[in-house]
């Protein structure tokens, strides 16, 4: 199972740009299927996430990989 499926509300996601936390505030499908599935694939998925200065935003969940550090990824502990 990938981490992004373990991903859960409430969780914190760490920025690999600017190394500030993000909470996870809502997880919602999203209307296109995962890439290389067929019609009964899986839906991919998209993150509503909490930003320090209060503003809300959605990710899907692709660049919410790319552009994030997930729980459990390395480097996630080293935020300086």
Same mark, same amino acid.
């Given at each position: 199972?990938?981490?992004?499926?373990?991903?859960?509300?409430?969780?914190?996601?760490?920025?690999?740009?600017?190394?500030?936390? %993000?909470?996870?505030?809502?997880?919602?499908?999203? %209307?296109?299927?995962?890439?290389?599935?067929?019609?009964?694939?899986?839906?991919?998925?998209?993150?509503?996430?909490?930003?320090?200065?209060?503003?809300?935003? &959605?990710?899907?969940?692709?660049?919410?990989?790319?552009?994030?550090?997930?729980?459990?990824?390395? &480097?996630?502990?080293?935020?300086?």
């Amino acid at each position: 199972m990938a981490k992004i499926d373990k991903l859960k509300e409430g969780d914190l996601v760490v920025s690999r740009a600017n190394k500030k936390a %993000h909470i996870v505030l809502e997880i919602q499908k999203y %209307h296109k299927r995962v890439y290389g599935s067929g019609s009964p694939g899986s839906m991919r998925k998209k993150f509503l996430l909490l930003f320090p200065d209060g503003r809300q935003k &959605w990710k899907i969940d692709t660049a919410l990989k790319v552009e994030y550090y997930l729980p459990g990824d390395p &480097w996630f502990d080293d935020i300086r």
